[in-house]
């Protein structure tokens, strides 16, 4: 009978369709996860990077003289590293940014985030102070303000108070020699500006 043919053959589309609907989602989020492992974690874009620095002005962690403002972020290329006594990953950098910090090639200021007092200033006494300056966020608020999502977190300052570049994570050498010190040359390059 002709009803019961056409019955037959929409039950079997529909089973066929019901039975590639799994595969298709099944390539269509292998295909999602396959861009996303591709993707550099590290590179998450900020909002921030191409506008001037956000409006702040903070104590000095204590035991230093200097805090760190928006205005000292002005008239001269400049990294802002964000880091804790808490954090492992900024011990792990921390090397790395005195021998930087001793070259003289770029004042270094850091933004202690969410930390407290006492125990800044203790890493810093015991592991040595890179920082021109350093300013206390100890309320994470400012840290916010500049979209910090985790420490360790830099970012490069040019001499207009802009955010040029963000790094997040732990600086390795790799990372200072392909991206970090190239930016820094080519702005120092622009402004005019010798050393740090």
Known sequence: MPGENIMESS???RKRILFLVPIV??????????????????????PLVGKPVPDFDLPPVKGRNLGLATANLKQEVSLVNVFASWCVACRQEHPLLMRLSRSGSVNIHGLNYKDEPDDAAQWLDALADPYTRTGSDFDGEVGIDWG?????????????????????????????????????????????????
């Open 11 to 13: 039950s079997l589309l």
């Open 148 to 196: 910090v999502y985790g420490v360790p977190e830099t970012f490069v300052v040019d001499r207009k108070g802009q955010i040029v570049y963000k790094h997040i994570g732990p600086i390795a050498q790799e990372d200072l020699d392909q991206k970090i010190l190239p930016i820094l040359e080519g702005l120092k390059k622009i402004s005019g500006q010798q050393g740090g």
């Open 25 to 46: 989602l099944f390539l269509v989020i292998g295909i999602f996860l396959g861009i996303g492992l591709t993707l550099n974690p590290r590179e998450v874009p900020s």
